[in-house]
């Protein structure tokens, strides 16, 4: 096929899904298109301005980057157009025909069918070009790329179907104008008033003049915007509201941040930062190919996005723009892994952030525990991650606990509420919060009124394996070693341990060789017959696990089973004679403590067997 020739091509079939859900579902925001659309003309200008830096040729024409929007009620078109770098033919039908967004294999993955669910995963995945397809019957982009002939300019065109076609035109300038061919219900659009106020509300941030004729006719063009990068304003003179918009253009989500800090450093380092807590997860939080980081700027000039190198892993939700006055324009990410000075930055930013959030925490409580659903987990990863920031990070610990759980409680919380006597901060790990609820674990720390923090997150484990004391008070887990109650309120009287059964441990014991390490009386239990406690020095079973599945050998341990002597179950026991009785019994009460633990028994038709033995009166 000839170069100049008209080729129509498929959408990927992603795009056409996505054009389709976005229409049905964006439809109430349909006015977004409007953001997208400069957003790409600025991103293009700051392209050029960047590959200018290396090619002065490329800024050539001395034509200076702006934005222009033109319109034609009559006619119902919208045109938006930039000077910036523009497109080749190859480019068009690559970038206006596919989807190139890491992640968005996963994206498509989550996507459940239900619109209300899966329009608010739209906004977090960035709608970008193919909204305008919302208001648009057709759309016709000419572009050329910059430093190119006139000659090799190109016209994309699509009415958003499933086809776009593609065809060589000659261009006088570099750059991109994009002409929408509205939909009768969209003609709002091509009015001055509303673009004018739709400008200012979106898009007056952008680094760059956004020009509208008044008329749409031939007059002047007015600069609608402030066209003043918005984190090199003073801080006074920013609006809140102007703060949520910038959030929108670096995190292509559409929902309020939840807080943010905006830093102007002077000084022997000079840099700008401005930091955004997100409102939600993305869906691929736990993704490490995914994009994260900052978008970064050199003296204003646009450099990377997602650059990864000013942030910790543990604040990978973090979104946002760093601005350095003394990085090389041409550096690469490779430069910035060594870099001294970015490594400083990072310390700096990384305060920052545990700052705002400590500050979020205090000031607005229910904000912070929004940020704590959606990122608790990934900042636990921090205690591990960066153990010189753990004082720091420590305060903005949440758990669960058997004082409730909502709202979720400080590590401070806890302290603050210990007895008299308690010295140790008792928690018990498990694999899901209702399981940790019901746990005999408990009983025995409950019926004292001993608070106990329920430890359930998969990262939990290693958090604790980090954490030797708090304030002093050395952490201990209840499922483990022998319990040291002395200290603390007795219980009554008829549930102390009792010595009198001392013969029934080693009976039960000489029983159960292959399953326990051995039997005793228990302190934990109040109400239930039976609880398995490992040896202080086992890791216990949640951390077994993660070790073997991370490939570990881990040794053979078996636990001790505690029996609770007030019990009518362990009373009666002792009663039996050895025996089929006595040996059914025993296995039962093994079998009561593994599944209490949310565990399965080792021999499950046997578990059955002996239920049913018992419920039926065998013996
Ligand atoms: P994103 O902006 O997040 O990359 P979009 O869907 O908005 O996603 O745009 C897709 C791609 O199309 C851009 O990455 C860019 O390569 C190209 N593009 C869109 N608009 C322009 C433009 N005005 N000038 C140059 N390239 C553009
Ligand atoms: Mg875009």
């Known amino acids: 096929m000839s170069e100049h020739a008209t080729e129509t091509r498929g959408f990927q079939a992603e795009v056409s899904r996505l ?43 001395g034509q200076p980057c702006e934005i222009r929007v033109d319109f034609d009620s009559k006619g119902r078109t919208l045109t938006v157009t930039d000077t910036g770098i523009g497109m080749t033919r190859e480019e068009a039908g690559e970038h206006l025909g596919t989807i190139a967004k890491s992640g968005s294999a996963e994206f498509f993955a989550h996507l459940t069918g239900d619109e209300q669910k899966d329009s608010q995963l739209i906004g977090q995945f960035g709608v970008g070009f193919y909204s305008v397809f919302i208001v648009a019957e057709r759309v016709e982009v000419r572009s050329r790329r910059a430093g190119s002939e006139p000659a090799a300019g190109v016209c994309w065109s699509s009415n958003g179907d499933g086809e776009f076609t593609l065809e060589t035109i000659t261009r006088e300038a570099p750059g991109t104008a994009v002409t929408l061919h509205l939909k009768e219900n969209a003609a709002e659009f091509a009015d001055p008033f509303r673009l004018r106020s739709l400008i200012r ?9 956004v020009l509208l004729r ?78 994260r980081g900052l978008k970064l700027y050199v003296r204003r000039v646009f450099i990377l996005d997602d650059a990864e190198q000013f942030l910790p892993l543990y604040l990978r939700f973090v979104k946002g723009v760093v601005d350095s006055a003394d990085l090389p324009l041409n550096v690469s990410r490779e430069l910035l892994q060594q870099d001294d000075e970015v490594q400083a ?74 007895p008299g006597g308690q010295k140790q901060v008792y928690y018990l790990l498990s694999d899901n ?48 070693g022998e319990l040291e109650l002395a200290d603390l309120p007795p219980l009554t009287a008829a549930t102390a341990p009792d010595d009198a059964m001392a013969g029934l441990y080693a009976r039960v014991a000489a029983r159960l060789p292959e399953r326990v390490a051995g039997v005793r009386a228990s302190t934990r239990l109040a109400e239930s017959a039976a609880c398995l406690v490992r040896d202080a020095t086992d890791p216990g079973p ?78």
């Open 19 to 61: 054009l389709r859900l976005m229409i049905h579902s964006m439809y109430s925001h349909r006015e977004i298109f409007l953001r997208e659309l400069i957003s790409n003309a600025s991103d293009a200008c700051d392209r050029l301005r960047f590959a200018a830096l290396a090619d002065p040729a490329l800024a050539g024409d």
């Open 201 to 209: 509300r979106y898009s007056d941030h952008i680094g760059f003049p």
């Open 214 to 291: 008044p008329d749409g006719g031939k007059g002047e063009y007015d600069r609608v915007n402030q066209a003043q990068a918005l984190w090199t304003r003073p801080r006074q003179e920013i609006g809140e509201d102007d703060y949520r918009q910038f959030y929108r253009h670096v995190s292509h989500d559409d929902a309020e941040p939840l807080a943010w800090s905006h830093n102007q450093v002077e000084g022997r380092r000079e840099y700008t930062t401005l930091l955004y807590l997100p409102p939600a997860a993305p869906f691929d939080l736990y993704n490490r190919e995914s994009p």
């Open 345 to 418: 930055i990072k310390g700096a930013i990384t305060r920052r952030v545990l700052e705002m959030l400590a500050r979020l925490a205090a000031d607005e409580p229910e904000k912070y525990r929004t940020f704590w659903r959606e990122f608790g987990n990934v900042l636990k990863e921090g205690m591990i991650e960066d153990p010189g920031n753990r004082e720091r990070i420590l305060p903005l610990l949440r758990f669960a606990s058997t004082a409730g759980d909502d709202p979720p409680h400080s590590l401070a919380d806890y302290v603050a509420r210990m």
């Open 433 to 480: 919060a209702v399981a940790a609820r019901q746990s005999p674990q408990l009983e025995g720390l409950r019926a004292r009124g001993v608070e106990v923090m329920l430890l359930s997150d998969h990262i939990d484990p290693w958090l604790v394996a980090h954490l030797d004391e708090i304030d002093g008070r050395p952490l201990r887990d209840i499922a483990s």
């Open 542 to 619: 949640q951390l077994r696990r993660l070790l073997e599945a991370a490939g570990q050998k881990m040794p053979e341990s078996r636990p001790w089973l505690e029996l609770n002597p007030a019990h009518p179950l362990v009373t009666r026991l002792n009663l039996l004679p050895d025996g089929p009785a006595f040996d059914s019994l025993a296995a039962l009460l093994a079998d009561q403590a593994q599944i209490a633990e949310g565990g399965a028994p080792p021999d499950p038709a046997g578990f059955i067997r002996r239920l049913n033995d018992w419920l039926l009166g065998n013996y």
